[in-house]
């Protein structure tokens, strides 16, 4: 049997993979390579980054699309070195692309350049400035405010012939250079871009007003009274913000048994099943375990089992009970700790006032073994 020869790690051409390095560089690659905007890229990067993330606006060249983040610049905690993270565009046989070609024939590279541009090392005390490009008041002004350095002018100083007979001169050349200092123009400019830059962020975020996952906690009761829904403040923000998304479905399964279970969910996060005309255990003599304590929490501390109870001598119908089952002791108290009485208090709270007023509900334990 002839056996196969696997190629060389050193061949190039016939390797079976290309060993590529890893690093935290590679959220900003794909933040510049995608275009991220500057919203999508922050929350992007604070999801799986721990570096502190500002922006900063800078004026837009030509063929940009503002709001998508240029480039990623990164200042080194240690060593006060940058380094930058840009794109290149380029064509499919990577040439380097013009703003004249369209965007579905461009790919772009990401490039890093600076101090760790072969390290590709990044500390968590490192700060990333977003570089997003915006259409600024600089394009108003003359190109000498919108340079990054000083202007230099060569002025040529011309004699007459006679003069250069006579006196044995020559045309003087002399070259001065102008300082001009555009950056207090430039800061003064981009703090009323910042200001309208602000003012446009909350005008594009006027839809998410209406979004309970999306807008301000404060406009959380607002959206619920939309719905005629008591909105009980007190709650952790998530919460809320599930109550308000879920409104209308809760109102309308109120009082059944999947708007019990739904609600109780929410609240508590603790799963629930509600068996419906379950009358409770009927206390017969000898054949009866007696409930103590004086609430559902003091029985469960107790670790007290299932009680029975004194059923009223006139007949109900089988409509008026309900048994709500939670999971199994051990399971809930490992779910939710310490915390365990107080949760299952909120239940009962819960399933009170969501229950009808002639219908009479129990709570037990599931005893099956999962």
Known sequence: MRR?????????????ATIQT???????????????????????????????????????????????????????????????????????????????????????????DGAAARTRVLAQGDELIIHVPVRG???????IFRGNGPV???????????AVVRWGGAPRETTRVLETDEDPIRRFLFLFQHVMTSVTERIDGIPDLTDPLLCDPRFLPWLASWVGFE?????????????????????RSRGTRHGMEEMVRVLTSAPVRVRER??????????????????????????????SFLLAENARASTSYFKLIL????????????????????????VSQERPTHVVFTIEFDVRKK
């Open 4 to 16: 196969r020869r696997l190629p060389s790690r050193g061949s190039k051409s016939t390797a079976l």
């Open 22 to 112: 890893t690093s935290d560089y590679r959220f900003l690659e794909d933040v510049v390579r995608i275009q991220f905007p500057i919203r999508a890229a922050e929350s992007y990067l604070r999801r799986n980054m721990a570096n502190r993330i500002t922006y900063r606006l800078v004026e837009a060249r030509r063929g940009e699309t503002p709001g998508m983040v240029r480039g990623v610049e990164v200042r080194h905690e240690n060593s006060g070195e940058r380094t930058w993270v840009y794109g290149n565009r380029v064509l499919a046989n990577g040439q380097p692309a013009s703003f004249f070609v369209p965007d579905h024939l461009v790919r772009i590279e990401p490039v890093i």
């Open 137 to 143: 008041y600089l394009r108003y002004l003359p190109g």
């Open 152 to 162: 230099t002018r060569r002025e040529v100083m011309r004699v007459r012939d006679a």
């Open 231 to 251: 909105l009980d403040e007190a709650l952790p923000i998530h919460q809320q913000r599930e109550l308000v998304r879920r409104a209308i479905r809760l109102f």
């Open 278 to 307: 379950v009358a409770p255990n009927a206390a017969v003599l000898g054949q009866m375990t007696l409930v103590g304590g004086r609430d559902v929490v003091e029985r469960y501390r107790n670790n007290e089992p299932g009680g």
């Open 327 to 350: 999971e199994p002791r051990d399971r809930f108290h490992g779910r939710f700790g310490e915390r365990s009485a107080g949760v299952l208090r909120r239940i009962v709270q819960i």
